[in-house]
């Protein structure tokens, strides 16, 4: 079992270089006459305030091709199969997962214990003794000749993975608004917030995107709300 920190280590592992410079030059493109290695070289170096001030139009405007130039990628790791498969269900990215198939467990795997069960002392030990006999049979199997291929079939979700992601900034952005919201699964909201963070350490002038849809949309959209924000059909009555 996991037993240092439980939730997801991420680290940021490729970035473009001059990010702001290069969705600058992006968004000015669309609207001047000039070359965008113009715009990339002599405009962009100038002012990183107009820069801003321009992104925060285009994108506000809802062009969001701009901001698809931009490729990150993450290394990911001590998150449960379940976050794993949470994660892959967002098309516009890339994943390369540890395998289950290829990468042969060998005594007790690593695995994840929500926090609602981690909680309740009684419930706990009988879930750690229940992985604990999965282990024993998943190393029965092997043992017996079924490869890991199939001996897989017994793993549970709560199973600790390992990938490399990777997605452009629109996708981060989309990503974010999603997961960083309160009825999102925890695990896979610290995952989000620690990618947003790893990026803004670099990047800040981010944060201000990478945030849960409500505070962009400045309404909750979600059938049942958390209370931050009121609810769209509150704001229509008001009117």
């Avoid at 909680?119 to 043992?143: A, H, P, R």
């Avoid at 000749?145 to 993975?161: F, Q, Y």
């Avoid at 350490?201 to 944060?207: A, H, R």
Wanted: glycine residues 2%; contains cysteine.
């Amino acid at each position: 079992m996991i037993t240092k920190d439980r939730y997801a280590e991420v680290k940021l592992i490729s970035k473009p270089d001059n990010m702001l410079r290069t969705v600058y030059t992006a968004c000015r493109t669309c609207y001047s006459a000039d070359s965008p290695l113009n715009i990339y070289e002599c405009d962009a170096a100038k002012d990183e305030e107009k820069m801003l001030k321009l992104i925060n139009r285009v994108i506000s405007s809802g062009h969001y091709s701009t901001i698809e130039h931009i490729q990150v990628s993450f290394a990911i790791n001590n998150i449960s199969r379940a976050c794993s498969h949470q994660l892959v269900r967002h098309r516009h990215m890339s994943f390369s997962q540890k395998s289950q198939r290829y990468v042969k467990e060998k005594g007790q795997f690593d695995y994840l214990i929500p926090d609602t069960i981690n909680s309740n002392v009684e419930l706990k030990q009988k879930f750690d003794e229940f992985m604990g006999k999965i282990s024993e049979f998943y190393i029965e199997l092997t043992e017996n000749g079924i490869p890991p291929e199939d001996a897989r079939a017994v793993l549970p979700n709560a199973a600790s993975t390992s990938m490399v992601a990777s997605l452009n900034l629109r996708e981060l952005i989309h990503l974010a608004n999603l997961r960083l919201c309160s009825r999102a699964q925890k695990e896979i909201r610290i995952l989000v917030k620690r990618m947003c963070e790893e990026l803004t350490k670099e990047e800040p002038w981010l944060k201000d995107y990478l945030v849960p849809k409500c505070e962009c949309l400045g309404f909750c959209d979600e059938d049942k709300s958390c209370g931050k924000m009121p609810k769209k059909e509150e704001l229509l009555c008001r009117k």
